[in-house]
């Protein structure tokens, strides 16, 4: 290509940037202090109390006639999600306040536009460093993404046990193309939310003194998240047989 040409576009359709070795590093220790600084404030804000389900239920009174509620808590899942933080309370806190019909798609939303977020975040101030790290494994790395990225990302989402902003950085820090990481993050958080949501409000409910019914719930809520966990599996068994005749 001539010194003229287009600029050079990595698989994920994001042109290379330019930054020097310590530039790298840098951007990647601006994104490390950037999610543990989230995490400091959070925790001098009190945001990983409602962790404990009777100061989360005690939140959501207090907060669910605020006007315009909807899209100040999908600003907030989106922020708090894509700054590494675990947003799990809120889809408890979604379900309890708007229902099932509307808690899970605001959740699926907030959930979409923090996963958006931290895999930009991820990609901006670290993707250099890891791909300097990685030298020519590199290329073979985003070649990967690029043929399996969304199967790969739909399978992580529908497993419960693999934290949901882990799959997110690591995506963007991975070079996985943002479309193939879009679609299989949006897809593969619906079967979860839908199912957090559902049992939300009898959760939080159930802080306040059925704690029998709200551990019943909630052992139901996991099994179905562990069947949905494993209908990746089942369904390269079930199309194994014919792609072995072909």
Request: net charge positive; proline share 6%; no cysteine.
């Amino acid at each position: 290509m001539s010194a003229s040409g287009p600029p050079e576009r990595t698989t994920s359709g994001v042109p290379p940037t330019q930054s020097s070795g310590p530039q790298r590093w840098i951007k990647l220790g601006l994104l490390v202090a950037v999610i543990a600084g989230a995490a400091v404030g959070a925790q001098r804000l009190g945001f990983f109390d409602l962790h404990d389900p009777k100061r989360l239920a005690a939140t959501i009174r207090s907060v669910r006639d605020v006007r315009g509620i909807e899209p100040l808590f999908v600003l907030a899942y989106g922020l708090i999600a894509s700054v590494g933080l675990p947003a799990f309370p809120l889809t408890l806190a979604g379900g309890a306040i708007f229902g099932l019909t509307l808690g899970s798609a605001l959740s699926w939303l907030g959930a979409l536009l923090g996963a958006s977020g931290a895999y930009l975040l991820a990609r901006a101030l670290g993707g250099d460093a890891i791909r300097g790290l990685l030298g020519k494994a590199a290329a073979r790395l985003e070649a990967l993404g690029e043929r399996h990225g969304f199967t790969t990302i739909l399978r992580l989402r529908l497993i419960p046990v693999v934290p949901f902003n882990v799959v997110s950085l690591a995506s963007g820090l991975a070079g996985v193309p943002f479309r193939s990481f879009l679609a299989g993050t949006a897809l593969g958080i619906i079967p979860g939310t839908v199912i957090y949501t559902y049992f939300a409000d009898r959760l939080v409910a159930g802080a306040s003194g059925a704690g029998h019914a709200a551990f019943m719930r909630a052992t139901l809520a996991a099994a179905l998240l562990l069947a949905v966990s494993l209908i990746p599996a089942l369904v390269r068994r079930l199309d194994r047989p014919s792609s072995e005749k072909q």
